[in-house]
């Protein structure tokens, strides 16, 4: 027998051996027997639409559940038993408090009340006089329930009418039966009557029926008509329904504290009256002309929850307030009110801001995969109400520092950083065009930023930057979200460049142009589908669509050629360029806090006319803690480029014209706020054009063999949406080697990355 052999056969001795000692079977009493699971046996006499979910449904219902297993082991149950012992120990108490189980036995199976849920769920369903029986199947220490379902052709609709009368919320019921989820031929169902109810609801209350409540609504099913199982349905108020709730409102009053707190009960405040509006605040705190257009509620206008519902949504999103609460008081007493009468809600809106100003600080300590590591702070100052009229001021400086203190690569080398930032925010848009009226779900904001930058690279180079934007932020509806920055001006200045890092420009034209076009002047649009934070979607999609021009209108408004022959603005050379990018997330969530999460990420850059090359900030670049996770930031690519080993300052070099990323990920529950990952990952960088000092670099039809491949495993503390990440990856497949010997199987130059957050 060889050693692998061997290997196999202790293995398979080893785990024999295990599952010998965790048999629960010499725990089990005499005479009992444990319960090893339910199954349903479902037949149907006819064809019937959607019988596996019935079937499903029913499943929902077999109960108890069993003890679990893992691997064919009642591990749990194997602990709750060694606890019982009459000196059980530490640890026997310590796994039976973590994965402990009761045993649970066929005797606990009320089978009798089991078919009497499935008798009643049927029914529910449309299914009536259907033969459930059920088997028991016996083994020596366990025993299963098979339930056999016969279930009975079912009920089908052939009508549904409103039983009408003369009052007016009869026209109005009978007005919303147009958009019904009932039609003909629709099996007879609970749970659609119960969608119907809800949904006749929503429809009454947009038409001012502020007092209306589902519950008053019955059906009932006739199937005196026919013989052949088929019902007409008949809907109708119950009997006794109030008065006030047959009904509609119209909002009377309005009135808004944009000021409210608690010590403000009980003082006088100064009224302003605006569009309808009374506006109640000493001293002045908001400005009623900025505020009213946040409100959709009109004087006079029948109360409709979809006017509150989105008059809250646009109040809390100018960032101002902490609490919204709109409220509604009845002014007609209940005595007064009669079938044929309107009547009249006066709407109160409280509105609790936050502290006006703020002041936040964030220290970290940063460490790369690129093995640079180092301390960072940033101090932002808030003001949330600079001009009465919901602002937002934010200052804000930051600085940090970091060195190379592991590895061969880049050995030496540190960089210090020191930013100083300002931004304000309005909440309206600022444009020489009326928009009032126009935005319904939210109102965009008008966002302007200035921003200065100084970089400075050991041994190689330093650099000042300055930007500036105006722009407009807007969300669409809860899902989709709008950025454009039609002005954008950025200007880098690279100084006291060393002459090493000088005669890596020199060898390489294409990294020398990146460097050289410092002014940047364009315009920029971001598209977001999100749907992420909504608790309906199960199976959510993330979408982002970027698009980002520069140097067109510039292009029209340069004269001048530079000593290179380019165009010049105001003296400066500018980039010209248009760049586009796609980011798609699909999260498949499994159950159990279980997610399956893809992603694919496809970008492009194409300089033109007074550019050669994308400036070094917009090139593309590929590897680290939120990329291909198997290889270090900026070491993949472009295309199959192998650098020199003996080049410190390579990563300059490895960025590109074009990304195309790949990810897949399972994320999985450990214990408590730890989470665990498995993941595979996939991408590289390239260059649209030829660069004789980036040999391979160029994308081809051969890009998928110049994909870096690489697989992994996680550790997460996820502490509130506060999340520390441990992610160990090592590469399968390596461009940048011969072909032959690109793929390797093994954990090989494992590559450890710490980040903060999920990677997508």
């Given at each position: 027998?060889?050693?692998?052999?061997?290997?196999?056969?202790?293995?398979?001795?080893?785990?024999?051996?295990?599952?010998?000692?965790?048999?629960?079977?010499?725990?089990?009493?005499?005479?009992?027997?444990?319960?090893?699971?339910?199954?349903?046996?479902?037949?149907?006499?006819?064809?019937?639409?959607?019988?596996?979910?019935?079937?499903?449904?029913?499943?929902?219902?077999?109960?108890?559940?069993?003890?679990?297993?893992?691997?064919?082991?009642?591990?749990?149950?194997?602990?709750?038993?060694?606890?019982?012992?009459?000196?059980?120990?530490?640890?026997?108490?310590?796994?039976?408090?973590?994965?402990?189980?009761?045993?649970?036995?066929?005797?606990?199976?009320?089978?009798?009340?089991?078919?009497?849920?499935?008798?009643?769920?049927?029914?529910?369903?449309?299914?009536?006089?259907?033969?459930?029986?059920?088997?028991?199947?016996?083994?020596?220490?366990?025993?299963?329930?098979?339930?056999?379902?016969?279930?009975?052709?079912?009920?089908t609709m052939e009508t549904y009418q409103l039983?009408?009368?003369?009052?007016?919320?009869?026209?109005?019921?009978?007005?919303?039966?147009?958009?019904?989820?009932?039609?003909?031929?629709?099996?007879?169902?609970?749970?659609?009557?119960?969608?119907?109810?809800?949904?006749?609801?929503?429809?009454?209350?947009?038409?001012?029926?502020?007092?209306?409540?589902?519950?008053?609504?019955?059906?009932?099913?006739?199937?005196?008509?026919?013989?052949?199982?088929?019902?007409?349905?008949?809907?109708?108020?119950?009997?006794?329904?109030?008065q006030k709730s047959q009904i509609p409102y119209?909002?009377?009053?309005?009135?808004?504290?944009?000021?409210?707190?608690?010590?403000?009960?009980?003082?006088?405040?100064?009224?302003?009256?605006?569009?309808?509006?009374?506006?109640?605040?000493?001293?002045?705190?908001?400005?009623?002309?900025?505020?009213?257009?946040?409100?959709?509620?009109e004087k006079g206008a029948r109360y409709t929850?979809?006017?509150?519902?989105?008059?809250?949504?646009?109040?809390?999103?100018?960032?101002?307030?902490?609490?919204?609460?709109?409220?509604?008081?009845?002014?007609?007493?209940?005595?007064?009110?009669?079938?044929?009468?309107?009547?009249?809600?006066?709407?109160?809106?409280?509105?609790?801001?936050?502290?006006?100003?703020?002041?936040?600080?964030?220290?970290?300590?940063?460490?790369?995969?690129?093995?640079?590591?180092?301390?960072?702070?940033?101090?932002?100052?808030?003001?949330?109400?600079?001009?009465?009229?919901?602002?937002?001021?934010?200052?804000?400086?930051?600085?940090?520092?970091?060195?190379?203190?592991?590895?061969?690569?880049?050995?030496?080398?540190?960089?210090?950083?020191?930013?100083?930032?300002?931004?304000?925010?309005?909440?309206?848009?600022?444009?020489?065009?009326?928009?009032?009226?126009?935005?319904?779900?939210?109102?965009?904001?008008?966002?302007?930023?200035?921003?200065?930058?100084?970089?400075?690279?050991?041994?190689?180079?330093?650099?000042?930057?300055?930007?500036?934007?105006?722009?407009?932020?807007?969300?669409?509806?809860?899902?989709?979200?709008?950025?454009?920055?039609?002005?954008?001006?950025?200007?880098?200045?690279?100084?006291?460049?060393?002459?090493?890092?000088?005669?890596?420009?020199?060898?390489?034209?294409?990294?020398?142009?990146?460097?050289?076009?410092?002014?940047?002047?364009?315009?920029?649009?971001?598209?977001?589908?999100?749907?992420?934070?909504?608790?309906?979607?199960?199976?959510?999609?993330?979408?982002?669509?970027?698009?980002?021009?520069?140097?067109?209108?510039?292009?029209?408004?340069?004269?001048?050629?530079?000593?290179?022959?380019?165009?010049?603005?105001?003296?400066?050379?500018?980039?010209?360029?248009?760049?586009?990018?796609?980011?798609?997330?699909?999260?498949?969530?499994?159950?159990?806090?279980?997610?399956?999460?893809?992603?694919?990420?496809?970008?492009?850059?194409?300089?033109?006319?007074?550019?050669?090359?994308?400036?070094?900030?917009?090139?593309?670049?590929?590897?680290?803690?939120?990329?291909?996770?198997?290889?270090?930031?900026?070491?993949?690519?472009?295309?199959?480029?192998?650098?020199?080993?003996?080049?410190?300052?390579?990563?300059?070099?490895?960025?590109?014209?074009?990304?195309?990323?790949?990810?897949?990920?399972?994320?999985?529950?450990?214990?408590?706020?730890?989470?665990?990952?498995?993941?595979?990952?996939?991408?590289?960088?390239?260059?649209?054009?030829?660069?004789?000092?980036?040999?391979?670099?160029?994308?081809?039809?051969?890009?998928?063999?110049?994909?870096?491949?690489?697989?992994?495993?996680?550790?997460?503390?996820?502490?509130?949406?506060?999340?520390?990440?441990?992610?160990?990856?090592?590469?399968?497949?390596?461009?940048?080697?011969?072909?032959?010997?690109?793929?390797?199987?093994?954990?090989?130059?494992?590559?450890?990355?710490?980040?903060?957050?999920?990677?997508?």
């Open positions: 027998m060889d050693k692998r052999n061997k290997i196999i056969g202790v293995g398979i001795l080893f785990l024999g051996l295990v599952l010998h000692s965790c048999s629960v079977k010499k725990y089990i009493p005499e005479g009992a027997q444990l319960y090893a699971g339910g199954t349903l046996e479902l037949t149907s006499e006819a064809p019937v639409k959607d019988l596996k979910v019935v079937a499903g449904e029913l499943d929902a219902l077999l109960r108890p559940v069993p003890n679990s297993k893992i691997l064919g082991i009642y591990a749990g149950l194997y602990a709750h038993f060694k606890a019982q012992q009459e000196k059980p120990g530490f640890i026997n108490k310590f796994l039976n408090k973590k994965i402990g189980e009761k045993p649970v036995y066929v005797s606990d199976v009320n089978v009798e009340k089991t078919k009497a849920l499935i008798q009643n769920r049927l029914e529910n369903r449309g299914f009536f006089y259907n033969d459930i029986s059920s088997k028991e199947i016996s083994n020596k220490n366990s025993a299963s329930i098979v339930y056999q379902v016969a279930v009975s052709q079912p009920y039983d009408t009368d003369s009052l007016p919320i009869y026209k109005a019921i009978q007005k919303s039966l147009g958009a019904s989820v009932l039609k003909k031929g629709n099996r007879y169902d609970l749970a659609s009557f119960k969608q119907e109810r809800e949904r006749i609801d929503t429809d009454l209350k947009s038409q001012g029926y502020y007092n209306f409540n589902g519950d008053f609504l019955i059906f009932e099913a006739d199937t005196n008509r026919y013989k052949d199982r088929r019902f007409d349905l008949f809907l109708r108020l119950k009997k006794e329904v109030p119209v909002i009377e009053d309005i009135t808004v504290y944009p000021n409210y707190g608690i010590d403000e009960k009980g003082q006088a405040l100064d009224s302003v009256r605006l569009n309808g509006i009374d506006f109640l605040q000493q001293p002045l705190f908001f400005k009623p002309k900025r505020l009213s257009p946040y409100i959709l509620l929850p979809i006017a509150s519902k989105l008059s809250s949504n646009r109040l809390s999103s100018i960032g101002t307030y902490k609490f919204v609460n709109i409220r509604y008081n009845e002014l007609v007493a209940d005595s007064l009110i009669s079938a044929d009468s309107i009547g009249a809600l006066d709407a109160r809106i409280y509105l609790s801001p936050l502290n006006k100003r703020s002041i936040r600080t964030e220290l970290q300590a940063v460490s790369k995969s690129n093995n640079f590591a180092g301390p960072s702070l940033a101090v932002t100052y808030s003001n949330r109400n600079l001009f009465q009229g919901g602002e937002t001021l934010n200052l804000s400086a930051d600085g940090g520092y970091e060195t190379q203190v592991g590895g061969k690569a880049n050995a030496g080398l540190s960089s210090t950083k020191i930013g100083l930032k300002s931004s304000i925010v309005f909440p309206r848009l600022l444009a020489p065009i009326r928009t009032e009226g126009r935005f319904k779900y939210g109102v965009p904001k008008t966002k302007i930023e200035v921003g200065a930058e100084f970089f400075k690279r050991s041994q190689l180079y330093n650099v000042h930057s300055y930007n500036t934007s105006f722009g407009y932020l807007y969300n669409a509806n809860k899902y989709v979200f709008h950025e454009l920055v039609p002005l954008g001006f950025n200007y880098v200045k690279l100084s006291k460049s060393s002459a090493e890092f000088d005669a890596i420009l020199n060898e390489n034209p294409y990294l020398k142009s990146s460097f050289r076009q410092q002014f940047i002047a364009g315009l920029s649009y971001s598209f977001t589908y999100n749907e992420l934070l909504s608790q309906k979607r199960k199976h959510p999609v993330f979408f982002n669509f970027n698009l980002d021009i520069a140097g067109n209108t510039l292009s029209l408004l340069s004269k001048k050629k530079s000593d290179t022959g380019k165009n010049t603005f105001l003296g400066l050379e500018y980039a010209q360029y248009a760049k586009v990018d796609v980011d798609f997330r699909h999260y498949w969530k499994l159950g159990n806090s279980q997610t399956l999460v893809s992603r694919v990420f496809g970008g492009i850059g194409l300089p033109y006319g007074n550019s050669t090359a994308l400036p070094f900030s917009k090139q593309y670049y590929s590897g680290g803690p939120y990329s291909v996770r198997a290889f270090r930031i900026r070491s993949l690519g472009p295309g199959s480029y192998l650098p020199s080993t003996d080049n410190q300052t390579n990563y300059f070099d490895q960025a590109g014209d074009i990304r195309l990323e790949a990810n897949i990920e399972y994320r999985f529950p450990i214990y408590s706020f730890f989470k665990g990952a498995l993941f595979a990952d996939a991408g590289n960088v390239w260059l649209i054009k030829e660069n004789e000092s980036l040999p391979g670099g160029k994308f081809t039809s051969d890009f998928i063999n110049e994909l870096g491949v690489g697989l992994g495993a996680g550790l997460r503390v996820d502490i509130q949406s506060f999340v520390i990440r441990l992610d160990l990856a090592a590469p399968l497949n390596k461009p940048y080697l011969p072909k032959k010997e690109r793929w390797e199987i093994g954990i090989k130059e494992p590559i450890l990355n710490f980040a903060i957050g999920y990677p997508f």
